[in-house]
C-alpha cells in the first residue's frame, strides 16, 4: 500500500517558487523601475503647500542621517555575523563530539535559537543582558543597545551556522576519516586537515544567505530605540513634521537601500553555488 | 619471527560474527592473498590489522606489538602498516603531490623539502610522473588508486594492506594497479592483499588463503590451491570464479 504524507512538502519544487532563483538580473532592474513610478506618483499625490519642502525635497535633505543610521546596520550584520560564525562552527563541531556531555547541551542551544523568532530573541537579550558590565580590572564596559542588539541577532544565526557546519561535516564520505585515520592523523587533526577544508565550500552558500537574513533583520533594532537606518528615518520624519505624504517616499527609500545592499550578495551567493556545483 | 600474527580472531557486528577464530601468519617479504565469497569477512580481517575494526578476541600483532591492546599507540602502529581502500578515498581537495606529502609532513613533522623529494619519487615510481599537481577529480580510476598507493608507500609502512582495491575499476585500469602492486611485491614489500583477481592471486602470491563464512578453509601455495583444492566449498568457489 502506499503511503500518504499529506504533510510532505516537495523541497525542490518549492526552490523554483522563492525568490532567489526566481529574479533574474533584468528583473532586478524592474524592480527598480517600479519603486521609481512609486515614487513619482508619492509625489503627484502629495499636495503640500507653498512654504513646506516637498516629500522628495524632504527625502533628499534626510539621506544622509539615514544613511549614517545605515553604516549601523552595516557594522551590527558584520559584528553578528562575526559572532555568529566562531560560536556557530564552534557548536557545530560539539554537536558531533564523542562525548555526550559536549554534544547534548550543544544539540539543545542550536535548536533552541533555531526554532525561535528573531524577534523574541531580541526582547530576552534586550532584557536579561545588563547594561553594564564591570570588567576584571574595575572597569565598567558598558553594553550599549546596539550591542545588544547585535548579540541578539547573532544567536539565530549562530544555531543555524551550527546546523550548516554538522550538515556539511556528516556530508564527507566516511572513507576520508578512514583513510585519514590510516594515514594516523588523530581526530583533531583530520578535522583540520581534511574535513573541515572541504567543508567550507559547501558550506559557504547557506553561510551567505544567512548573512543576507541577518542583514535584513538588523532594522528590527530600530523597535528597541536603536538609531540604524530604519530608527533614523523615524526620527526625521518625526523632526520633519509627521507629514503622511512623507512615509511612501521614506519607506520606499530604506527599501532600495537595503535592496542595493541585499541583492548583490544574493547574486553572489548563486554564482559561487553553481561554481562549485560545477566543480565537484 | 613472523611480521603479522593473526592468532584465533574473533569479530561481531552486533550479533552478527563475522570472523570466527582466525589464525594466520605473515612473514617478511611475503605476499599473501586473501580470496572467498562475498561476506565471508575478508575486508573485516584486513582492516583488523591496522586498527581500523577492532576485535572481540584473540590476537593480532604486527611486528610483535599486539593490535588489540587499548593501550596501543596508534600511531606507531599506523606508521608500519599501510592500507589501500577500494574506493581510493583520496582528498579531492589537495592535488596528487599534496595527498603523497600531507601525513608524512603533518603527521610525522617531517621537513617539507624532504617529503616533497620522496613523494616525487613516490609518484614517477607509480608512472604518474607530470600529474603532481593534477587534483583526484581529473584523474581516472586507476590513476587515483595508484596516488593511494603513492599516499601510503610516503609513510615508509613494514607491511600493505590492499582491500579490494581493484574492484571500483574499469577493466582497462586494473591492469596499471596490478603491476604497481607486483612490482612493489618484487621488490620486497609485506603485502596482504584482499581480492578478486585470482589470475592476479595466483601470479604475485606467496600464499593464498580461501576464506567462507568467517573462517578460513584452506590455504596454500597458489599452485597447489588452485589446481589442487582439497575442500570442497573451495572447489566450487574457484569453478564459479576462474
Redesign the interface.
Known sequence: MKTVRPFRIDAEALSSFLPSRAIRGWQGLLLLGIFLASLAAAQAQGVAAPQTPSAIATLIEWMPFILKGFVLNLVMSFLAMGIATVLGIALGMLQLSHSRLLRAPAWIITHLFRNSPWLVILFVVMLLVPFEVELPGGRNLILSDWIKATIAFSLPVMANVSEIVRGAIVSIPRGQWESAESLAFTRGQTLRWIILPQCVKRAIPPWMNWYALLAMATPMASILGVREAVGNAQAAMEAAGARPELLVPFYLFLLLLFFAYIYPISIWTRAIERKYAVET | MPLVEVHDVHKSFGDLEVLKGVSFDVRQGEVVCIIGPSGSGKSTLIRCI?G?NNIQQGSIKVEGQEVNDPNLN??EL??K???V?Q?Y?????KTALENVM??PV???KEPKKEVEERARALIAKVRLGGKEDVYP?HLSGGQQQRV?IA??LA?RPDVMLFDEVTAALDPETVKEVLLTIKELAAEGMTCILVTHEMGFAREVADHVYFTDRGVIVEHGPPEELFTRAKDERTQRFLSQVV
Open positions: 591496522n581500523l596508534l600511531l599506523r606508521k602498516v599501510g592500507i581502500f574506493q578515498n583520496l582528498f579531492p581537495h600531507m601525513a603533518k603527521v610525522l577529480g593511494a599516499r601510503s609513510m
